[in-house]
């Protein structure tokens, strides 16, 4: 079996799949030792890119730090609410909370404020 690569699709081809004509034209041939040295380093969190000969290589990712720290607040925003969600539906519901359970609520409204005003 023949390994391809193309660096316009970042993809790995076989000799053994019939793709029909949905071949890209740029193909290079490639290892089997370099196929999997490139699955290798995927897995250990590498991204597969191709250099400039346009063979595959493995690269660091890239992280957007913004973006990692807006993602990571969501998810804290999200537990938070997801803590104190049966409270919310009491109230909702026209139910009494409990002076425990209005505390809780307000201390997690003031916990999802700080969060929400912090900035990146």
Known sequence: MTIKYSPTTNGFYFSDVD???????????????????????????????????????????????????????????????KSVSVIQLKLQTGREISDVESRKLNSILDYIDELSAVEY
């Open 19 to 81: 793709y029909g004509s949905s071949l890209p034209p740029d193909l290079i041939d490639i290892s089997n030792c370099l196929y999997r040295e490139l699955l290798e380093g995927q897995s250990a969190g590498k991204i597969i890119t191709s250099n400039n000969n346009a063979s595959p290589t493995l690269c660091d990712p890239v992280i957007d730090f913004v973006e990692k720290e807006n993602r990571d607040r969501q998810e804290l925003i999200d537990a938070a609410l």
